[in-house]
């Protein structure tokens, strides 16, 4: 390995601002190069830049959990964010209930139940947690 450190410390000096977020700046870059990295390699894993598109990817959700922590919300608030951006009225969830079950946990008069929330999941294409 100490055969090795001069080559790394060479290359690493040229590298480290890949790897390297500590403020917002720093953030808008790694993005700005994950957006690139994602646009060449896709989801491609035997493109030559897939390992570094994810390492760069955990990296930067690693800063993002530690700097950006996602603001709580209820399972019916993240219900109610789902249907507006589906454009889905009470009447499309009858899978979860009849309208007036779906209007009284919409209210908050009603807690979604564990299979209402498996089926809002398979719906949506999210985790059960989402919901909970």
């Known amino acids: ?5 001069p080559q790394l410390q060479t290359h690493w ?5 890949i790897f390297t977020i500590r403020n917002e700046q720093d953030y808008d870059i790694a993005i700005n190069r994950l957006e690139h990295l994602l646009d060449e390699v896709g989801d491609n894993p035997r493109h ?5 598109l ?11 959990t530690a700097h950006m922590p996602m603001p709580a919300h209820s399972g019916v608030e993240m ?3 789902l249907m507006t951006e589906h454009g889905l009225s009470q009447a499309d969830l009858s899978d979860i209930g009849s309208q007036g079950v779906v209007s009284e946990i919409l209210n908050g008069k009603r807690e979604l139940n564990i299979r209402q ?3 809002l999941a398979h719906r949506f294409n999210v985790s059960p947690a989402v919901f909970v």
């Open 48 to 52: 030559p830049l897939y390992s570094l």
């Open 79 to 81: 219900l109610q964010y």
């Open 13 to 17: 000096v040229a590298i480290r601002p």
């Open 1 to 5: 390995m100490t055969l090795l450190l």
């Open 54 to 64: 994810d390492t760069l990817g955990t990296i930067v959700h690693a800063y993002e």
């Open 117 to 119: 929330i498996r089926a």
